[in-house]
């Protein structure tokens, strides 16, 4: 089974900045990585797909890069509403998430 | 416009059995794999399994097969899983999932849409 890991646990970042998150996978995936954000009481939402593709929607701060074992998922200007819980997921072989990154209010 | 809609929340004791469902409209329902999430109280994310409803291809996590059953009738155009004997442990919110796959070989990919989740508590 592969595993991802995400890091750092918990960001704290103040609204206008950048922010940037980490995935590593045990072993290569290809570009075969997704993320998604969370809110409080609320279903995850598609963010990233292809490594890099923004989902329908996704507002071009999001940005995603990397292939193989490693992955980065920046938002360019902190808005409010995207203090949230961010987790990739790798589907090159089955599917598998990182076990997610707060990112919080600084 | 596509929608995912589960059932509502459960309370069962240990030992019993349930099924929760997940109605898909607004797309090719036997098109699409549509897979299940685990999320436990205040944890992350966990790929359970997933079915194509056209054929009813079922693939689990190693964690989960024989843990649950997932199924899809679709006639009605809904996925389920199902707990034969519910353990304390199972208590979590489950979202149901559509995949977007491969288009040349129908490989299953990331979830696209979500379901609103269905949170099942297990207790004596």
């Known amino acids: 089974e592969i595993v991802m890991t995400q890091s750092p646990a918990t960001l704290s970042v103040s609204p206008g900045e950048r922010a940037t998150l980490s995935c590593r996978a045990s072993q290569s995936v290809s570009s075969n990585l997704a993320w998604y954000q969370q809110k409080p009481g609320q279903a995850p939402r598609l963010l990233i797909y292809g490594a890099s593709t923004r989902a329908t929607g996704i507002p071009a701060r999001f940005s995603g890069s990397g292939s193989g074992t490693e992955f980065t998922l920046t938002i360019s200007s902190l808005q409010s509403e995207d203090f949230a819980v961010y987790y990739c997921?790798?589907?090159?072989?089955?599917?598998?998430f990182g076990q997610g990154t707060k990112l919080e209010i600084k | 416009e596509v929608q995912l809609v589960q059932s509502g929340a459960e309370v069962k004791k240990p030992g019993e059995s349930l099924k929760i469902s997940c109605k898909g409209s607004g797309y090719s329902f036997t098109s699409y794999w549509i897979g299940w999430v685990r999320q436990m109280p205040g944890k992350g994310l966990e790929w359970m399994g997933i079915?194509?409803?056209?054929?009813?291809?079922?693939r689990y996590r190693p964690s989960f097969q024989g843990q649950v059953t997932i199924s899809a009738d679709k006639s009605i155009t809904t996925a389920y899983v199902h707990w034969n004997s519910l353990k304390a442990s199972d208590t979590a919110m489950y979202y149901c999932?559509?995949?977007?796959?491969?288009?040349?070989?129908?490989?299953?990919?990331?979830?696209?849409?979500w379901g609103q989740g269905t949170l099942v508590t297990v207790s004596s």
């Open positions: 999932a559509r995949l977007e796959d491969d288009i040349l070989t129908g490989y299953p990919y990331y979830f696209d849409y």
């Open positions: 079915i194509y409803p056209g054929d009813s291809d079922t």
């Open positions: 997921q790798q589907y090159n072989k089955g599917g598998s």
